[in-house]
């Protein structure tokens, strides 16, 4: 097992957020987390980093109780956390070089791996030697992904990572994204509003809904077939609108259902 959150609440003030989830996620999984705004999804990504601890409860990942972040978890937000003033390749590099401690000996074998995971996510060399500024929002987000994975990491989790892109930029992020996860074998918690994204990408896919002040649970656990954006529409269409019935807030008519995102 991977990440184990055992009947986990969280509450700020006296606002109750999540509401005793329980899950457990294998290794090399790749989860998908959807709900409606406020439900609590980035909340449950920022306890599995250890951004945030639980009010009760506890939140494991490979089998040690989380306190802190560390190198365990990777993160890509939304928003790129690129440094404006480093090279995209010194972007990249930046978490070996902090964490080895050599700066000056490794400098050079940390850039060159840092090069070979640039091309890994379809930039040149030539995009290597450009600030942040310089790139669209898709090179930017590459980038965002080189820098996580470069560091190894058996778990890596993404917040609404390609909702800032245009969609055909997302479009290419999200086959890619997949094409890595293959790759790796990494464990990917990925958080989204978009359904059709959450289906496509995911091996399984969480749907959280939140009832009132009691706060959000666990509404749907389902395992999806290895689909991808070209599969059968049907099918698609089908798993799509299980998981956003049941992402439908407690209170709400079902006749009030958010349509199918594609």
């Given at each position: 097992?991977?990440?184990n959150?055992?009947?986990?609440?969280v509450e700020?003030?006296?606002?109750?957020?999540?509401?005793?989830?329980?899950?457990?996620?294998?290794?090399?999984?790749?989860?998908?987390?959807?709900?409606?705004t406020?439900?609590?999804?980035?909340?449950?990504?920022?306890?599995?980093?250890?951004?945030?601890?639980?009010?009760?409860?506890?939140?494991?990942?490979?089998?040690r109780?989380?306190?802190?972040p560390?190198?365990?978890?990777?993160?890509?937000?939304?928003?790129?956390?690129?440094?404006?003033?480093?090279?995209?390749?010194?972007n990249?590099?930046?978490?070996?070089?902090?964490?080895?401690?050599?700066w000056?000996?490794?400098?050079?074998?940390?850039?060159e791996e840092?090069?070979?995971?640039?091309?890994?996510?379809?930039?040149?060399?030539a995009?290597?030697?450009?600030?942040p500024?310089?790139?669209?929002?898709?090179?930017?987000?590459?980038?965002?992904?080189?820098?996580?994975?470069?560091?190894?990491?058996?778990?890596?989790?993404m917040?609404?990572?390609?909702?800032?892109?245009?969609?055909?930029?997302?479009?290419?992020?999200?086959r890619?994204?997949?094409?890595?996860?293959?790759?790796?074998?990494?464990?990917?918690?990925?958080?989204?509003?978009?359904?059709?994204?959450?289906?496509?990408?995911?091996?399984?896919?969480?749907?959280?809904?939140?009832?009132?002040?009691r706060?959000?649970?666990?509404?749907?656990?389902?395992?999806?077939?290895?689909?991808?954006?070209?599969?059968?529409?049907?099918?698609?269409t089908?798993?799509?609108?299980r998981?956003?019935?049941a992402?439908?807030?407690?209170?709400?008519?079902?006749?009030?259902?958010?349509?199918?995102?594609?």
């Amino acid at each position: 097992m991977s990440i184990n959150v055992e009947n986990v609440v969280v509450e700020y003030a006296s606002r109750r957020v999540l509401n005793g989830i329980d899950l457990e996620i294998d290794a090399g999984e790749f989860v998908s987390i959807v709900g409606e705004t406020g439900c609590g999804k980035s909340t449950l990504l920022r306890l599995i980093l250890a951004e945030e601890h639980p009010t009760e409860g506890r939140v494991q990942v490979q089998g040690r109780e989380r306190s802190r972040p560390d190198r365990t978890c990777g993160y890509v937000p939304q928003r790129y956390s690129l440094f404006p003033d480093k090279t995209v390749l010194a972007n990249v590099a930046f978490g070996l070089e902090v964490t080895s401690g050599f700066w000056n000996r490794n400098s050079r074998e940390f850039r060159e791996e840092a090069l070979r995971y640039l091309r890994h996510t379809g930039l040149s060399e030539a995009d290597a030697k450009k600030y942040p500024h310089q790139l669209s929002g898709g090179m930017q987000q590459r980038v965002a992904i080189a820098q996580a994975l470069i560091m190894k990491p058996p778990v890596l989790l993404m917040d609404e990572a390609f909702s800032a892109l245009d969609p055909g930029t997302r479009r290419g992020m999200q086959r890619l994204m997949k094409e890595l996860w293959r790759e790796s074998g990494t464990t990917v918690v990925f958080v989204t509003h978009n359904t059709r994204e959450a289906v496509c990408l995911g091996t399984r896919v969480i749907a959280l809904v939140k009832d009132g002040e009691r706060g959000s649970s666990v509404a749907l656990d389902l395992e999806v077939p290895h689909l991808d954006f070209d599969s059968d529409e049907e099918e698609l269409t089908r798993l799509i609108a299980r998981v956003e019935s049941a992402s439908v807030k407690m209170d709400r008519p079902a006749s009030m259902a958010v349509p199918v995102i594609s």
